[in-house]
């Protein structure tokens, strides 16, 4: 049962605003919702920001959300999301305790995200998977058939520190690291947020480097219409999730088919930076907040996930075999160009070979990932 309280503030022309809080089982849940003008997209006149925290009764933690969870947060097409994300570093078992792992790599107690601690001793780990996800927000109107077009209007950071790990029988190189059979290699990672700096600090004495940032979310999904797709949040799939593109961050759209009613959307997984690949396992896992603006797409047509930056098309292709991602992406290539740009497919293949990179999205996730990336500037004399 969900308690909504409303506070009524006064009006002015361009803004209105309501405190709704919603407490639900364990947590609770603040949504601030602002009605700007919006010039984005001439179908929507209006949209409300709403601010989802990453508190207990908003999260679930090792799965992804089923076609029968109950949606914390109901939106129209074209409503804003700032939504609290929590990155499972830090708080797995193999970590030990939270608070001496992080301090004893020299993070102060007083930085350490107090939401990390709250998920860890109060949140039930009920999937095989490592992510904190939070959600799920239903779309209104939003039916299989259609597409969800998810916007990462912006992305902060919440704390100064984050994680990369590598662990026994996963990553590129199973078999092979961490060394002497050891379960888990992990490193924390110093953030200076202002500058969007890592520092990695080699274990053997080298001096530090500085490894650029680029934060983006590595899962951003909707729910699978068969539930035993989300039992487990590693493997991407049709509905997204786990998907890992690094070129996916501020700035970006993802394109997902709805699978169920409302979509129900959710988000988890937080990176700072990752390379392609993601080979010792994770990214630099870092607790994030995007802030995500959600477009219904109605009656479009979508045979699997693609990705959108300012520069680029992103045509994306999941398997377990990374050679037949390798053909999806191609295909899913080949099928851009096609309705974008007006090539024949047989044309669009000799122009891939000529001019268009494809990159290992991650080996990592069970279903590997490849994606293409299509430069649009390339194409301005075709567009439609």
Not at 137 to 162: F, K, M, N, Q, W
Not at 325 to 346: C, H, P, Q, W
């Amino acid at each position: 049962m969900k308690l909504f309280k409303r506070i009524k503030r006064r009006q002015t022309p361009a803004v209105s605003k309501r405190l709704l809080q919603i407490v639900s089982g364990v947590g609770v849940c603040l949504l601030v919702a602002t009605t700007w003008s919006s010039w984005f997209s001439p179908a929507v006149a209006q949209y409300e920001t709403y601010e989802v925290k990453s508190v207990p009764g908003n999260v679930i933690w090792g799965e992804l959300f089923k076609p029968d969870s109950e949606p914390i947060l109901t939106v129209k097409s074209g409503d804003r999301i700032r939504m609290d994300t929590v990155s499972h570093e830090g708080i797995l078992a193999d970590q030990g305790d939270t608070v001496e792992f992080l301090t004893g790599g020299g993070i102060a107690e007083s930085d350490i995200l107090a939401d990390q601690l709250t998920i860890k001793g109060t949140v039930t780990k009920s999937g095989p998977g490592p992510h904190v996800i939070t959600g799920p927000i239903y779309v209104e109107d939003a039916e299989p058939g259609d597409v969800l077009e998810i916007r990462t209007l912006d992305i902060d950071y919440r704390v100064p520190y984050g994680v990369i790990s590598n662990r026994h029988g996963k990553g590129s190189l199973p078999g092979e690291y961490p060394e002497n059979d050891e379960p888990i290699y992990t490193k924390i990672i110093p953030i200076d947020a202002e500058n969007e700096i890592g520092i990695f600090r080699p274990s053997n004495g080298l001096p530090d480097l500085e490894i650029p940032l680029k934060p983006f979310m590595g899962v951003m999904g909707i729910v699978p219409a068969d539930p035993e797709d989300a039992v487990n949040s590693v493997p991407p799939g049709l509905y997204g999730g786990n998907i890992d593109i690094k070129h996916l961050g501020r700035g970006s759209s993802l394109y997902l088919p709805v699978q169920v009613p409302g979509a129900l959307f959710y988000s988890g997984d937080p990176h700072c930076a990752q390379g392609n690949g993601e080979v010792a396992l994770t990214a630099i896992e870092c607790s994030l907040t995007p802030t995500f603006e959600l477009v219904l797409h109605k009656g479009m047509e979508l045979p699997a996930p693609m990705g959108e930056t300012a520069d680029s098309w992103i045509a994306v292709g999941l398997d377990v075999d990374l050679n037949e991602a390798m053909k999806k992406s191609v295909r899913e290539y080949l099928r851009i160009m096609n309705d974008k740009y007006g090539f024949t497919k047989a044309d669009a293949l000799l122009y891939g070979s000529a001019d268009i990179d494809f990159e290992v999205s991650q080996v990592v996730d069970i279903v590997k990932g490849i994606h293409g990336v299509i430069p649009k500037d390339r194409f301005t004399v075709l567009e439609k």
